[in-house]
C-alpha cells in the first residue's frame, strides 16, 4: 500500500511539441490519494517550478481527491525538448490534456462523458489552467469545476517579468543543498515568510546532483529562458488580450488569490478579475508577494474551503 505521505511518480508520454520537434517527451506527474478516486484535483506550479511545490495542499486534500501535480516538460523528472521554442503554455496545455485522457481512462470513464475536475495554477500553471480551459470538453473529454488562480491573471506587470527574466536559466552550481537554498531565496523574497525547515523542504526538488557530481544544480532546462528574451510590451499588450477572452469565457467557479506585495498581479488587474467574466473570488494575503506558495495555514484552508464548498 502506497504511503499517504509520500506521492508517487508517475510518466505519461506526449506528442512533439511543434513541427520543428516531431520527437515525443516524456511529462512526469506525482500522485497522491488513491488512484481510483474519480474526484480529481491538478495543481500546476510556475515557471521554474516543480511539482513537489504542492506538497503542504496536497497532503491535506488527498483525503477527498486523487492529487496530480504534474512537472511541466523541462522541469523537475518530466524530459527537457530538443526544440527550446516548444516551451510556452500552447504546449503545457496540450500535454494536459494528454494527462488528462490517461487518467479518464485509467479511471474507466465512458467515452461519451465529460470528467468534472478542480485546477490550482500558481503563476504560470494558472495560465496553462485558462489555456486549457479553451479546449472544448467534448475535445478533452474534461471540464473545469472549480478553478484556484494563485497569484496571476490577464494582465502582467512588465517589471515582474523582467524580474524573473535576470535569474532564470542561469548556468548555476551550488556546493550544498544549503548553499542553493540560500540562493533560492535571495530570489524568492515574494513567497512571504518561512521557517528554514519549510524552505529547505521547498528547495530539495528544485535540485539535481550536478553530471559531473560535483555539487547540485536546478532541476530545469536552462532552456526554459529562451522564450522570456522576446518579451516586449507589445507582445505582453497583444497576449494581455488574448487572455482576458479565456477568463472572461470561463464557466467554473474561480478563486483568485493574491499577495499583498505581488509585482506580477497588480490589485487593480485582481479587482477587474471580480467584476468581469466568472467574478472570481478574492483573497489576499498580508506580508506576502508573488506568490504564495501555498503552504501558509490560511492559505491551503482558503483552497479547501472554496473546493469542498
Not at 9 to 14: I, K, M, N, S, T
Not at 107 to 115: R, S, T, Y
Not at 253 to 274: F, K, P, W, Y
Request: some cysteine; proline content about 7%.
Amino acid at each position: 500500500m502506497h504511503s499517504p505521505e509520500i506521492p508517487s511518480l508517475h510518466h505519461v508520454v506526449c506528442p512533439g511539441a511543434s513541427h520543428t520537434d516531431a520527437q515525443s517527451h516524456r511529462m512526469a506527474y506525482w500522485r497522491w490519494g488513491d488512484a481510483a478516486n474519480p474526484r480529481i484535483l491538478v495543481c500546476v506550479h510556475g515557471l521554474s517550478r516543480q511539482g513537489r511545490d504542492f506538497d503542504t495542499l496536497a497532503r491535506v486534500l488527498s483525503a477527498h481527491y486523487q492529487v496530480i501535480c504534474p512537472d511541466v516538460v523541462g522541469r523537475g523528472h518530466s524530459d527537457w525538448l530538443a526544440d527550446p521554442k516548444g516551451y510556452q503554455v500552447f504546449t503545457y496545455a496540450s500535454d494536459m490534456v494528454v494527462l488528462l485522457q490517461q487518467l479518464r481512462q485509467s479511471l474507466g470513464v465512458p467515452a461519451q462523458q465529460v470528467m468534472d475536475i478542480d485546477w490550482v495554477g500558481t503563476s504560470m500553471g494558472g495560465l496553462i489552467g485558462l489555456g486549457f480551459s479553451s479546449v472544448p470538453p467534448e475535445v478533452s473529454g474534461v471540464r473545469l469545476r472549480r478553478f484556484v488562480l494563485n497569484d496571476v491573471g490577464p494582465r502582467l506587470r512588465l517589471e515582474a517579468l523582467q524580474r524573473i527574466g535576470e535569474y532564470l536559466g542561469r548556468p548555476l552550481r551550488f556546493a550544498s543543498e544549503q548553499e542553493a537554498a540560500d540562493y533560492l531565496w535571495s530570489i524568492s523574497q515574494g513567497f512571504g515568510p518561512h521557517t528554514p525547515q519549510q524552505w529547505l523542504a521547498l528547495s530539495r526538488p528544485l535540485l539535481r546532483p550536478a553530471p559531473d557530481g560535483q555539487g547540485w544544480v536546478l532541476h530545469y532546462d536552462p532552456a526554459i529562458a529562451e522564450p522570456f528574451k522576446g518579451f516586449t510590451a507589445e507582445s505582453a499588450a497583444s497576449g494581455e488580450a488574448a487572455v482576458w477572452q479565456v477568463y472572461d469565457a470561463l464557466s467554473c467557479e474561480v478563486l483568485l488569490l493574491r499577495g499583498t506585495h505581488s509585482d506580477l498581479l497588480d490589485a487593480d488587474t485582481a479587482r477587474e478579475m471580480t467584476q468581469r467574466g466568472p467574478h472570481a473570488r478574492l483573497v489576499e494575503f498580508p506580508g506576502v508577494g508573488h506568490a504564495p506558495t501555498l503552504m501558509a495555514a490560511d492559505q491551503v484552508q482558503a483552497i479547501e474551503e472554496f473546493l469542498l464548498a
